[in-house]
């Protein structure tokens, strides 16, 4: 009985495929060879002309581009060292212009300033007594002079009878007159130094005025001072502070330093990260490359950016001082009601990029100490040559020489002979 054709067919291929796995293991290519064909078409890649992307990823925290700080007041004359708070926005919650953002207890600043405007009010009591004193004082100087004048000049009458006069008469007339004159220079001169005095009483007086008013201006914008409004319409987040030994949001009936923040209003409409690149690869990120971020807690959110800012110092780590880095800002454009300050995210920056160039994958390329070599299919084997290497990245390699469009290379070139 004859075998029917489709067991004659198989029984061919099968010696066929032992006689070429044979030569094969002659050669001392087996490995290859099965590579070449159990592996399939992923165990090969074919060298093309196409484009070459270098990315470098790097680290940082999401942040509003336009944000501001809403803080606890610093006051003139502020005698208490703390305020406490009374009236706290909810963080996350959306804020319009104007909004109130923070309310602080207000007794003290209004105590100060009702006792300033008591003060003030006494001196304007006290200023306006003085220059009542004082203008009495100017009546009477007036008529204290007017009636020296007139002695002068009743003087001066009695003088003119001297002729006519005996000698004693007129000695006495003219004493009389010398007597008269001095009186009046005395009380003109009593009446200007008097005046000088009092003016600069009263300009004393006038300077206390001031200062009083500006402390009691002080006082009530202190107390105006109590209540913070958003600058514009925005996100409002709470700030963390420590309590004891942990960081907590500040809330209602804490008590804050002046200067210290208390709410942050941002914008989410324009957010950016702000990344730290690595000193080794701060020479290739440059203002206008394009990136791409995703946050960590929002794996499929996704985000294209470009690089607005990099800082031309660098920073010192303080977990490793040697390692040092630049600060760069990548802007983001879009927006989602998941994209919040304060989120990490990777960032994927295009440093370099070229046109139809011969590429690989990186692991297709090896690099030792003789060169860069690929594992170039030639018929049913693989043998080792030697390529000149352009740009590389982490997932591809340019290669400039050693191989032609069209090629069929192994994709894994390492670990070869």
């Known amino acids: 009985m004859f075998p029917s054709p489709f067991v004659r067919l198989a029984g061919f291929a099968t010696v066929v495929l032992v006689a070429v796995a044979g030569a094969a293991c002659r050669r001392g290519q087996s490995a290859s060879f099965e590579s070449a064909t159990a592996g399939g078409p992923s165990a090969t890649v074919t060298i093309t002309k196409s484009a070459f992307l270098r990315t470098i990823r790097v680290a940082g925290i999401t942040e509003a581009v336009r944000s501001a700080a809403a803080t606890a007041p610093r006051m003139a004359g502020q005698s208490s060292p703390t305020l406490v708070i009374t009236k706290l926005v909810k963080s996350g919650s959306r804020v319009r212009k104007g909004d109130v953002l923070v ?5 003290d600043q209004i105590r100060a300033a009702f006792d300033r405007r008591t003060e003030f009010q006494d ?10 004193e004082q203008a009495a004082a100017y ?43 001095a009186r009046a220079a005395e009380v003109r001169e009593a009446r200007r130094l008097r005046r000088l005095t009092a003016d600069a009483d009263l300009r004393i007086l006038h300077i206390r005025r001031e200062r009083m008013e500006r402390a009691l201006n002080h006082a009530e914008q202190n107390a105006g001072y109590m209540v913070v409004r958003a600058p514009f319409a925005g996100l409002a987040v709470a700030q963390a502070v420590f309590k004891g030994s942990a960081m907590t949001e500040i809330q209602e009936g804490d008590d804050v330093r002046a200067g210290m923040p208390i709410v942050q209003v941002v914008d989410p409409s324009s957010m950016q990260v702000r990344v730290r690149v690595s000193q080794i690869d701060g020479g290739l990120v440059a203002v206008g490359q394009r990136a791409r971020i995703s946050l960590d807690a929002y794996p499929g959110l996704n985000f294209d950016g470009i690089v607005r800012q990099i800082s031309p110092l660098a920073i010192t780590s303080s977990v490793t001082p040697p390692v040092r880095s630049f600060v760069a800002l990548v802007s983001i454009s879009g927006a989602d009601p998941n994209l919040m300050p304060d989120l990490s995210a990777a960032v994927d920056v295009d440093v370099a990029g070229r046109e139809q160039v011969l590429v690989l994958p990186r692991e297709a390329v090896a690099i030792d100490a003789s060169g860069a070599w690929v594992r170039l299919k030639r018929g049913l084997s693989f043998v080792r040559q030697k390529v000149t290497v352009g740009d590389l990245s982490d997932v591809q390699a340019v290669i400039v020489s050693g191989l032609s469009e069209g090629d069929v290379v192994a994709r894994r070139a390492a670990g070869a002979a």
């Open 139 to 181: 009546a009477a100087d007036e008529t204290a002079m007017t009636q020296a004048d007139n002695d002068v000049a009743r003087a001066q009458l009695e003088v003119r009878k001297n002729r006519v006069l005996p000698a004693v008469e007129a000695e006495k007339n003219t004493l009389l007159l010398e007597e008269a004159q």
């Open 123 to 132: 001196l304007e009591q006290q200023i306006r007594r003085v220059e009542a």
């Open 103 to 107: 309310e602080l207890d207000p007794q």
